[in-house]
């Protein structure tokens, strides 16, 4: 009875420890609403839990960064870690560690400016996808690698912004996801002339999108990151927006959007944990990563801020990954030129 009458307090307690719970259901009983108490513990429940989701690994990486690491994307068939990074000349756009920390390789082809970064691991080949912000003649696209960098195809019209799917035109295109099945999702528009999240085919014909601006249902400003479920909902971190906004995966419909958790700054990037327990979200302007109960299958509700890792001041987090075979968090911070490894206490 408890469970379908409070279902997101059943939700956060589940998340809780055993005397964080008693001081909730007291506060609870004293307030008699369940609405009120939840929204005073919407962004501050890191006092409430006996114990932290996640720690750091100090040891992580074994080697330093060369350049401002703006995206990171772990192959967890492999061991690998692909880390997207910007700098001079002489700074590689990609580097490649494994898991454990140590340098294995680093490549350049045909980069200018990788802002996001995706391994696709299928039963015949590992591809690496690049979004490339460049303004130069290899900017505005995204690109798929082979794990040693060749270069393999690419989806956009180099060198040249716009808004056209026929031919695909992007313009500082964020992120990238792409299922097994090689269906694609594109969030469009970090700061340029697009707000857009859009759906392709593996052949890259547009299935469908989503692409004005504003703050309305299904709108965007500045859409950072995207991620899709294991139930077929398609998540996007709006950023400006100050909110997550959800989309069914086959159809494009709108599904519903969270913006409760959100009061102190936008999401810049959004993941699931392996088992779908948890969503891994970045605020870059407040140094923050928040760790959300993810929603249960059939409906949105409201975001429950189930713990948070407070990074030192400044070091931006920017974009994150979750390892699916290890549950490991790897956040690359643009402030502090380094990607962070929190590995999971559950």
């Known amino acids: 009875m408890a469970a379908r009458r409070y279902p997101r307090l059943c939700r956060l307690l589940a998340g809780l420890g055993g005397a964080a719970s008693l001081v909730l259901l007291i506060s609870l009983y004293t307030a008699g609403s369940e609405v009120q108490v939840l929204s005073e513990l919407t962004f501050f429940p890191l006092w409430r839990r006996e114990k932290p989701l996640y720690k750091l690994d100090v040891n992580w990486p074994l080697i330093p ?14 061991g690998l870690v692909y880390v997207g990074q910007r700098g001079d000349e002489n700074v590689p756009k990609v580097v490649v560690y494994t898991e454990d920390g140590y340098f294995l390789q680093a490549w350049n082809a045909s980069i200018e400016m990788p802002h996001g970064i995706f391994v696709l691991n299928t039963p015949n080949a590992t ?17 798929q690698y082979s794990p040693s960098g060749e ?7 180099a060198g040249r912004a716009g808004s056209g799917t026929n031919p695909l035109q992007f313009d500082q295109p964020a992120e990238i996801f792409v299922e097994e099945s090689g269906d694609i ?13 859009v759906k392709l085919t593996p052949d890259f014909k547009t299935l469908w999108l989503h692409g004005e601006n504003g703050s309305g249902t299904a709108q965007f400003n500045i859409p950072h990151s995207v991620t899709v479920d294991a139930v077929g909902r398609v998540w996007v971190a709006d950023r400006a927006n100050w909110r997550i906004q959800a989309f069914q995966k086959t159809t494009g419909e709108w599904l519903g959007c969270w913006n409760s958790c959100f009061t102190q700054d936008g999401p810049s990037s959004v993941r699931l944990t392996p088992d779908q327990r948890y969503m891994i979200v970045a605020h870059i302007n407040i140094d923050r990563v928040s760790i959300l109960a993810a929603p249960p299958v059939g409906s949105i509700e409201d975001c429950v801020v189930m713990d948070t890792i407070q990074l030192a001041s400044e070091v931006k987090p920017h974009l994150v990954d979750v390892s699916k075979k290890t549950g490991a968090i790897y956040v690359a ?9 929190y590995v999971p206490l559950y």
């Open 65 to 78: 960064f060369a350049g401002q690491t703006f995206c990171v994307a772990v192959d967890d068939v492999n």
């Open 127 to 143: 591809s690496v996808w690049i979004t490339d912000v460049g303004t130069g003649e290899y900017g505005h696209t995204i690109k």
């Open 151 to 157: 270069l393999l195809q690419v989806i956009g019209t």
């Open 185 to 197: 999702y594109i969030v469009d528009g970090d700061g340029g002339l697009n707000n857009r999240l």
């Open 333 to 341: 911070e643009i402030g502090a030129q380094q990607v962070q490894k």
